[in-house]
Protein backbone atom coordinates (compact mmCIF):
# COMPACT_ATOMS: atom_id res chain seq x y z
CA UNK A 1 0.00 0.00 0.00
CA UNK A 2 2.82 2.10 1.23
CA UNK A 3 4.38 1.50 -2.61
CA UNK A 4 1.33 2.04 -4.56
CA UNK A 5 0.96 5.19 -2.77
CA UNK A 6 4.05 6.63 -3.40
CA UNK A 7 3.56 6.39 -7.13
CA UNK A 8 -0.14 7.63 -7.09
CA UNK A 9 0.11 10.89 -5.31
CA UNK A 10 2.60 12.28 -7.15
CA UNK A 11 0.84 11.33 -10.30
CA UNK A 12 -1.98 13.22 -9.39
CA UNK A 13 -0.06 16.02 -8.98
CA UNK A 14 1.80 16.16 -12.42
CA UNK A 15 -1.04 15.36 -14.16
CA UNK A 16 -3.34 18.71 -12.44
CA UNK A 17 -0.20 20.66 -13.49
CA UNK A 18 0.11 19.24 -16.87
CA UNK A 19 3.04 17.80 -17.19
CA UNK A 20 2.55 13.72 -16.82
CA UNK A 21 3.21 12.07 -19.85
CA UNK A 22 3.35 8.34 -20.65
CA UNK A 23 6.81 7.52 -19.90
CA UNK A 24 6.57 8.46 -16.35
CA UNK A 25 3.96 6.50 -16.24
CA UNK A 26 6.04 3.55 -17.64
CA UNK A 27 8.98 4.86 -15.19
CA UNK A 28 6.75 4.36 -12.23
CA UNK A 29 4.79 1.52 -12.71
CA UNK A 30 7.87 -0.39 -13.85
CA UNK A 31 9.61 0.60 -10.43
CA UNK A 32 6.57 0.35 -8.73
CA UNK A 33 6.33 -3.51 -9.17
CA UNK A 34 9.55 -4.21 -8.94
CA UNK A 35 9.40 -2.83 -5.37
CA UNK A 36 6.89 -4.78 -4.39
CA UNK A 37 7.89 -7.87 -5.76
CA UNK A 38 11.56 -7.65 -4.12
CA UNK A 39 9.78 -6.58 -0.53
CA UNK A 40 7.68 -9.50 -0.77
CA UNK A 41 10.72 -11.99 -1.10
CA UNK A 42 8.79 -13.44 -4.57
CA UNK A 43 11.13 -15.90 -6.08
CA UNK A 44 9.80 -15.46 -9.50
CA UNK A 45 10.48 -17.93 -12.90
CA UNK A 46 10.00 -17.03 -15.96
CA UNK A 47 9.23 -19.56 -18.70
CA UNK A 48 8.53 -18.50 -22.56
CA UNK A 49 10.51 -14.86 -22.26
CA UNK A 50 11.57 -15.76 -26.51
CA UNK A 51 8.16 -15.32 -27.08
CA UNK A 52 7.75 -11.99 -26.38
CA UNK A 53 8.72 -9.27 -28.98
CA UNK A 54 9.38 -6.11 -27.30
CA UNK A 55 8.87 -4.29 -31.17
CA UNK A 56 5.16 -5.47 -31.32
CA UNK A 57 1.81 -4.65 -28.91
CA UNK A 58 -0.07 -7.61 -27.68
CA UNK A 59 -3.21 -8.00 -26.28
CA UNK A 60 -1.89 -9.62 -23.05
CA UNK A 61 -4.49 -11.92 -21.42
CA UNK A 62 -3.92 -13.86 -18.35
CA UNK A 63 -5.45 -16.05 -15.51
CA UNK A 64 -6.54 -14.11 -12.24
CA UNK A 65 -5.04 -15.62 -9.23
CA UNK A 66 -4.37 -12.51 -6.70
CA UNK A 67 -3.76 -8.58 -6.26
CA UNK A 68 -0.49 -9.84 -6.36
CA UNK A 69 -1.10 -10.38 -10.47
CA UNK A 70 -0.57 -7.06 -11.22
CA UNK A 71 2.81 -6.04 -9.72
CA UNK A 72 4.25 -9.71 -10.91
CA UNK A 73 3.16 -8.66 -14.39
CA UNK A 74 4.06 -5.33 -14.77
CA UNK A 75 7.53 -6.41 -13.32
CA UNK A 76 7.85 -9.08 -16.06
CA UNK A 77 6.97 -7.02 -19.10
CA UNK A 78 9.19 -4.61 -17.72
CA UNK A 79 12.93 -3.01 -18.74
CA UNK A 80 14.19 -5.80 -16.27
CA UNK A 81 12.70 -8.84 -18.17
CA UNK A 82 10.86 -8.33 -21.85
CA UNK A 83 11.41 -4.85 -22.22
CA UNK A 84 7.74 -4.28 -22.77
CA UNK A 85 7.07 -0.43 -24.62
CA UNK A 86 4.68 0.26 -21.76
CA UNK A 87 1.50 -1.54 -20.54
CA UNK A 88 -1.64 -0.65 -19.29
CA UNK A 89 -4.66 -2.38 -17.73
CA UNK A 90 -8.13 -2.90 -18.33
CA UNK A 91 -9.89 -3.11 -14.81
CA UNK A 92 -13.24 -3.24 -12.99
CA UNK A 93 -14.26 0.11 -12.44
CA UNK A 94 -15.06 0.09 -8.38
CA UNK A 95 -10.87 0.61 -8.40
CA UNK A 96 -11.18 4.15 -9.95
CA UNK A 97 -12.78 5.14 -6.50
CA UNK A 98 -10.41 4.56 -4.30
CA UNK A 99 -9.01 7.92 -3.36
CA UNK A 100 -5.62 8.74 -5.15
CA UNK A 101 -4.93 5.51 -6.24
CA UNK A 102 -8.45 5.58 -8.41
CA UNK A 103 -7.66 8.66 -9.78
CA UNK A 104 -3.73 7.92 -10.78
CA UNK A 105 -4.86 4.74 -12.42
CA UNK A 106 -7.52 7.18 -15.01
CA UNK A 107 -4.46 9.48 -15.43
CA UNK A 108 -1.51 7.22 -16.31
CA UNK A 109 -4.08 5.75 -18.90
CA UNK A 110 -5.79 2.18 -17.33
CA UNK A 111 -9.07 1.32 -18.57
CA UNK A 112 -11.81 1.00 -16.51
CA UNK A 113 -14.55 -1.02 -17.15
CA UNK A 114 -18.09 -1.47 -15.67
CA UNK A 115 -19.57 -4.54 -16.66
CA UNK A 116 -22.87 -3.92 -15.47
CA UNK A 117 -23.25 -1.57 -18.32
CA UNK A 118 -23.25 -3.19 -21.81
CA UNK A 119 -23.10 0.58 -23.06
CA UNK A 120 -19.87 1.48 -20.75
CA UNK A 121 -18.31 -1.49 -21.69
CA UNK A 122 -18.43 -1.18 -25.31
CA UNK A 123 -17.29 2.59 -24.26
CA UNK A 124 -14.08 0.97 -22.22
CA UNK A 125 -13.33 -1.42 -25.16
CA UNK A 126 -13.20 1.31 -27.34
CA UNK A 127 -10.77 3.52 -25.46
CA UNK A 128 -8.78 -0.01 -25.44
CA UNK A 129 -8.31 -0.44 -28.94
CA UNK A 130 -7.24 3.09 -29.10
CA UNK A 131 -4.72 2.78 -26.45
CA UNK A 132 -3.53 -0.53 -28.75
CA UNK A 133 -3.20 2.24 -31.83
CA UNK A 134 -0.84 4.18 -30.27
CA UNK A 135 1.61 1.37 -29.31
CA UNK A 136 0.72 0.64 -25.80
CA UNK A 137 0.17 -3.07 -24.71
CA UNK A 138 -2.93 -3.64 -23.15
CA UNK A 139 -3.63 -6.21 -19.98
CA UNK A 140 -7.10 -7.87 -19.45
CA UNK A 141 -7.73 -10.92 -17.12
CA UNK A 142 -10.91 -12.45 -18.90
CA UNK A 143 -12.03 -14.03 -15.62
CA UNK A 144 -13.13 -10.67 -14.78
CA UNK A 145 -12.23 -11.78 -10.86
CA UNK A 146 -9.84 -13.33 -8.64
CA UNK A 147 -9.76 -16.98 -8.64
CA UNK A 148 -9.97 -18.69 -5.07
CA UNK A 149 -8.24 -21.64 -5.62
CA UNK A 150 -6.36 -21.43 -8.47
CA UNK A 151 -8.71 -23.24 -10.64
CA UNK A 152 -9.33 -21.44 -13.96
CA UNK A 153 -12.87 -19.39 -14.39
CA UNK A 154 -15.14 -18.82 -16.91
CA UNK A 155 -13.58 -16.51 -19.88
CA UNK A 156 -15.51 -13.45 -20.34
CA UNK A 157 -16.30 -12.30 -23.92
CA UNK A 158 -15.42 -8.61 -23.69
CA UNK A 159 -11.55 -8.69 -24.39
CA UNK A 160 -12.32 -11.25 -27.12
CA UNK A 161 -14.34 -8.98 -29.03
CA UNK A 162 -11.67 -6.28 -28.47
CA UNK A 163 -9.27 -8.36 -30.09
CA UNK A 164 -10.53 -9.15 -32.83
CA UNK A 165 -11.54 -5.73 -33.54
CA UNK A 166 -8.17 -4.32 -33.20
CA UNK A 167 -6.10 -7.04 -35.24
CA UNK A 168 -3.29 -7.22 -33.21
CA UNK A 169 -2.14 -10.85 -31.77
CA UNK A 170 -3.32 -12.20 -28.55
CA UNK A 171 -0.36 -12.82 -25.69
CA UNK A 172 -1.67 -15.29 -23.51
CA UNK A 173 0.82 -15.65 -19.79
CA UNK A 174 -0.35 -18.21 -17.01
CA UNK A 175 0.76 -16.80 -13.30
CA UNK A 176 1.04 -19.54 -10.88
CA UNK A 177 1.63 -19.08 -7.36
CA UNK A 178 1.21 -15.79 -6.30
CA UNK A 179 -2.21 -16.73 -4.79
CA UNK A 180 0.26 -17.84 -2.09
CA UNK A 181 1.50 -14.42 -1.39
CA UNK A 182 -2.27 -12.87 -1.15
CA UNK A 183 -5.02 -15.40 -1.93
CA UNK A 184 -8.71 -14.17 -2.67
CA UNK A 185 -10.02 -12.51 0.78
CA UNK A 186 -7.20 -12.76 2.70
CA UNK A 187 -6.25 -9.81 4.83
CA UNK A 188 -2.03 -10.36 5.30
CA UNK A 189 0.27 -11.19 2.47
CA UNK A 190 2.66 -13.95 2.60
CA UNK A 191 6.30 -13.92 2.00
CA UNK A 192 8.63 -15.45 -0.15
CA UNK A 193 6.04 -17.32 -2.75
CA UNK A 194 7.43 -18.67 -5.40
CA UNK A 195 5.62 -17.65 -8.68
CA UNK A 196 5.89 -18.81 -12.15
CA UNK A 197 5.38 -17.12 -15.09
CA UNK A 198 4.66 -18.57 -18.46
CA UNK A 199 4.56 -16.58 -21.91
CA UNK A 200 2.76 -18.51 -24.52
CA UNK A 201 3.02 -18.21 -28.26
CA UNK A 202 1.08 -15.13 -29.65
CA UNK A 203 -2.18 -15.76 -31.36
CA UNK A 204 -2.82 -14.52 -34.91
CA UNK A 205 -5.95 -13.47 -34.64
CA UNK A 206 -6.67 -12.72 -38.51
CA UNK A 207 -7.49 -16.27 -39.40
CA UNK A 208 -10.14 -16.45 -36.90
CA UNK A 209 -12.50 -14.04 -38.69
CA UNK A 210 -15.49 -12.57 -37.33
CA UNK A 211 -18.62 -13.32 -35.63
CA UNK A 212 -19.56 -15.19 -32.55
CA UNK A 213 -18.59 -18.36 -33.74
CA UNK A 214 -14.86 -16.74 -33.87
CA UNK A 215 -14.84 -15.27 -30.74
CA UNK A 216 -16.12 -18.74 -29.36
CA UNK A 217 -13.39 -20.51 -31.54
CA UNK A 218 -10.86 -17.48 -29.86
CA UNK A 219 -11.39 -17.99 -26.19
CA UNK A 220 -11.91 -21.75 -26.56
CA UNK A 221 -7.77 -21.48 -27.86
CA UNK A 222 -6.60 -18.90 -25.29
CA UNK A 223 -8.48 -20.74 -22.26
CA UNK A 224 -6.86 -24.17 -23.19
CA UNK A 225 -3.45 -22.59 -23.46
CA UNK A 226 -3.54 -20.58 -20.42
CA UNK A 227 -4.52 -23.71 -18.54
CA UNK A 228 -1.78 -26.07 -20.25
CA UNK A 229 0.57 -24.86 -17.69
CA UNK A 230 -2.01 -24.42 -14.16
Same mark, same amino acid.
Given at each position: ?161 ? /? ?59 ? /? ?6
Amino acid at each position: MAETLAISVPTVVDAARGRLTRSVCDERLWGWSTRVVENLDITLEVTGAEHFDPSKTYLVMSNHQSHYDVPVLFHVLGPRVLKAKSLRMIAKIELFSVPFFGRAMLEAGFIAIDRESRKAAMASLKKAKETMRSGVNVWIAPEGTRSADGTLLPFKKGGFHL /ALDVGEPVLPVTIQGTRFALPRGAGRSTRGAHVHVTVHRPIDVGPYGRGGASIAALTNDVR /AIIASTL
